[in-house]
């Protein structure tokens, strides 16, 4: 099978594994099977690295503190000041806003691909999967 540098698991695998996986390429270390394998890796490592950035966007200062007090104050009846309700709304529209905008930012390049033009038509990473596997193989991962 034939990877080219430019589809979006061959750069989501690159930034996600690092060197690693570009000297596995080269010494031709890898087949489909490894290959899916270290995608699915690398899928996984880049949500769990987004929900962090997310987590972390929200976890500082009165902001944060206002935004999880006010709706409480407001449900058990505890005192709230007008300008809590507004710090804690200004407060989640920011955690949404910096959550978004490091994902996109984070994930650039993917999205980026997706919008490229369109290529010839070959077997996608899953098609070659489900052929290797009807076939009863791992084909090789050639970069192009």
Known sequence: MKISTESWHY??????????????LKERRLTTCSYIRTTIRSIIQ????????????????IFTLNAFYAPLAMVFGWPVSPGNIVIAVVAWVWIVIIGVGVTLKYFEDDIRAKLSARRTKQLNLIEQRIKDGKDGICTIVEVV
């Open 11 to 24: 750069r989501l695998n690159k930034s996600a594994q690092g060197y690693s996986f570009v000297d596995r």
């Open 46 to 61: 880049k949500l769990f690295v987004a929900f962090l950035i997310v987590v972390a966007c929200g976890a500082g200062g």
